[in-house]
């Protein structure tokens, strides 16, 4: 005997085969263009990124105390700019998206994470050197292309949700987090 | 030969709950409620439904101050999600 959800099932032709499909996929688009960001939220991480490149290098280049207040101080900013944008987000659209975490505040996305790397370094470099104003050029260049490089993920993700939602796996970050940690602590030590 | 549907999934509203859910990563009740224009008790059924096969995962939070659910999709919902849509498009292929 055939089961009462079953017995109501509908015949499944092509033509329902396609409209089903359609719906599905319309539904997904119409709710990905809804989500909004908070104001200024590509900006405040730009600012946040070159806030923390500046402490960042000046700090490592003080090597002294206060140079690791510093340098922990722009990593607080940042991590503080960054949870209450995500909190916003959410509050805001009643969503969690993991890429937004990883690809745009994390920096997971590869030009984000390539100018990073070439902004801190040449930040770093620079506070070590007479050449100090290039200490802010760079931070705010970094802090520029990685607001940027978020900019073109959202637009990404708004084009093809199903593509971009998902965020880092967790392995990674807590990897990623851990050599952060670990080159925060050889820092100190070789103060 | 007729391609393997889930009958779980055949629902329309179900289908399009579950894609929704692919361009998040977790949605509050309200959300997809208001996307998907219906009542509070029909969303519900759907959900626990989808939830007793394992394709979504529901938990309880706080959303602007209130006590909301939270709705995500687990990695064996987004597999028979993918299956499912493969059978359809296989159905469509067919008949071109």
């Known amino acids: 005997m055939l089961s009462a959800m079953e017995s109501t099932e509908q015949p499944f032709g092509p033509s329902e085969a396609r409209a089903a499909i359609a719906d599905a996929e319309s539904a997904r688009t119409r709710l990905a263009s809804s989500l909004r960001l908070p104001s200024f939220f590509h900006g405040s991480v730009g600012v946040a990124i070159a806030v923390q490149i500046v402490t960042g290098a000046t700090g490592i280049a003080r090597q002294d105390t206060w140079g690791t207040v510093l340098l922990a101080s722009g990593l607080v900013v940042f991590a503080l700019v960054a949870a209450v944008r995500l909190w916003q987000f959410r509050r805001l659209n009643g969503a969690w998206v993991g890429g937004l975490a990883g690809q745009v505040l994390l920096g997971t996305a590869g030009v984000a994470s390539v100018s990073y790397t070439a902004a801190f370094g040449l930040a770093t470099w620079a506070a070590f050197t007479p050449a100090w104003w290039l200490v802010p050029v760079a931070a705010v260049a970094g802090g520029a292309v990685y607001a940027w490089s978020g900019q073109r993920w959202w637009h990404r993700y708004q084009g093809a949700p199903a593509e971009h939602s998902r965020g880092e796996n967790g392995v990674v970050l807590a990897v990623a987090g851990a050599l952060a940690l670990v080159f925060l602590i050889v820092l100190v030590a070789l103060r | ?96």
């Open chain 2, 1 to 96: 030969m007729t391609p393997d549907l889930d009958p779980i999934l055949q629902a329309p509203a179900r289908l399009k709950l579950m894609t929704m859910l692919t361009a998040v990563s977790e949605a509050e009740f309200v959300t997809l409620r208001e996307h998907l224009a219906v009542s509070d008790s029909v969303l519900s059924k759907h959900v626990s439904a989808l939830a007793a096969e394992g394709y979504v995962r529901s938990r309880k939070g706080v959303h602007a101050g209130r006590r909301t659910t939270w709705i995500s999709l687990t990695p064996s919902g987004r597999d028979a999600l993918k299956a499912h849509v493969a059978a359809l498009r296989e159905l469509i292929a067919d008949v071109e």
